[in-house]
């Protein structure tokens, strides 16, 4: 008489067969073939799946946390995964870590690191990325399979363009975010094709300790010193992760949450347009003082008339302010869409400027920064 062993052996491809047919006869199966039943858990339900997992099939352990993750499910998937995560496989252990990658399960994968079991891998450069960390601790080969660069000697301007842009990045979430923003503009350019065209995202890490600073989203830009920067760009966006957006000098600063209408209304800043909405006191004190035509959008009407049709604006506080429309706009209303009118209005601001745009270059300057500036085929690494 046979062991069962043996008949397991000589029948497997039976016991494969009906496991296709009854796959919901798997714990059964599993008793007379394991290998069969192990090899196709993809197929298994979970309350199967379930019953397999407390018999001790790891791989069943695995699947059942995947499928919890894959379903939205975190909670129930930790229940299964984090018992078991120093036995399975290094293959599983990645693309588990990957899938609380994909769920935002950040507190699971801190606790993966903190207990130094998150493995190398993609899940390992995510959460590198999220901490901020140097650009050197970034994998090259994981940059370049998601699209991004690390150093600024791989961008290059495009002459076709009016105004070139430096895509920069200190977090995980930046990056993509600033993919979002680039594929819409690219699908409809404002105010016309070729006024902007942005670099490739360079993630720079926490070099400029940028933060949330009075609700404001602040950079430590005397750092960029210490940089080579490719020459021919005229702003910068700096994407970080909380604080109201805003520009200086040429330098767009706006975090990950904020979305691409928000972006358009600060790419505005860069053409000298200002807020419909009431401006900060400081500069209040010197605009607001002024007389005529300051912005594409702002007339003070300090003992002129306003141009006709327009109408009192918000933005200043002594009421010489007046703006081109009685209707909202998106430099009123950051969520407003890009009226035809201010487009047209932008597109005059591009082609004939009342003032010259106040380039990064010149900010820096100001702050008695003096970074190289160099063509990116002389650069060799990324900074100094």
Partial sequence: MSTLSSSVSDFTPSYLYYFNKTPTRAVAIYYLAPTVVSSNLTLVDNVQLRQLAELGELDAHYQLALRFLQQGNPAAAKLWWQSEFDNYAVNQQQA???????????????????????????????????????????????????????????????????????????????????????????????????????????????????RNHDMALQCNWENAVAYNWPAGFDFIVMMSESGAANVVGGIMHINSQQSYKVFLHELMHFNGFEDEYPLPEKKQQWLCKQQGKVAPNLFIANDVLPPSGWQKSRACKNSMAYKPSPNWSIMQYQTMALSQQYRQLWQKQINQPLTKPIRFIDYFTFLGVKPTITTASSLDKFSD
């Fill in 96 to 210: 588990l870590a990957d899938n609380l990658i994909a769920q935002q399960q950040w507190q699971s994968i801190e606790w993966l690191w903190q207990t130094n079991r998150l493995p190398q891998g993609d899940a390992r450069q995510a959460w590198l990325l999220r901490q901020r960390s140097g650009a050197e601790y970034i994998n090259a080969d994981f940059a370049k399979r998601h699209d991004f660069s690390l150093s600024l000697h791989t961008v290059s301007v495009m002459p076709q363009c009016k105004f070139n842009v430096l895509m920069l990045t200190d977090h995980h979430a930046g990056i993509n975010a600033l993919k979002s923003f680039k594929r819409f503009y690219q699908a409809k350019p404002e105010p016309e094709k070729n006024s902007f065209c942005f670099s490739e995202i360079v993630y720079v890490g926490d070099q400029f300790s940028c």
